[in-house]
């Protein structure tokens, strides 16, 4: 069975940085593309970033652009969430996701596209 694994979320104050991990059972080639995304109370899971597994393909929310960097490790199956000048409203229930199907790059962050979930690291943004 294929599992994600999230770690690195805590408390940081606003400006700061923190980075997140994902660690993805099996090998980075069982999967097409690995996704963050971010649940706040009551708002939907929105996508943050993406990266595809076999080019180096980065997609990001408008939001975070310029401030998150997503990157991978393929020998150690792990995907990165690198935010730095973090903000409030950042704050939330990180997600790190799977898909193993083809993602188009006309809707990299679909939720609908993503199969395999892992159980999500919290962030705080707070002074």
């Known amino acids: 069975q294929l599992q994600l694994v999230e770690s690195g979320g805590g408390l940081v104050q606003p400006g700061g940085s923190l980075r997140l991990s994902c660690v993805v059972s099996?090998?980075?080639?069982?999967?097409?593309?690995i996704g963050w995304f971010r649940q706040t109370p009551g708002k939907e899971r929105e996508g943050i970033s993406s990266?595809?597994?076999?080019?180096?393909?980065?997609f990001y929310a408008a939001s975070v652009k310029g401030r998150f960097t997503i990157s991978r490790d393929n020998a150690n199956n792990t995907v990165f969430l690198q935010m730095d000048n973090l903000k409030p409203e950042d704050g939330g229930l990180y997600y790190c996701?799977?898909?193993?199907?083809?993602?188009?790059?006309?809707?990299?962050?679909?939720?609908?596209?993503?199969?395999?979930w892992g159980q999500g690291t919290q962030v705080t943004v707070s002074s």
């Open positions: 990266i595809f597994t076999y080019d180096h393909s980065t």
């Open positions: 099996g090998t980075m080639s069982d999967y097409h593309t």
């Open positions: 996701a799977a898909s193993r199907l083809p993602i188009t790059r006309g809707a990299p962050l679909y939720i609908g596209g993503y199969g395999i």
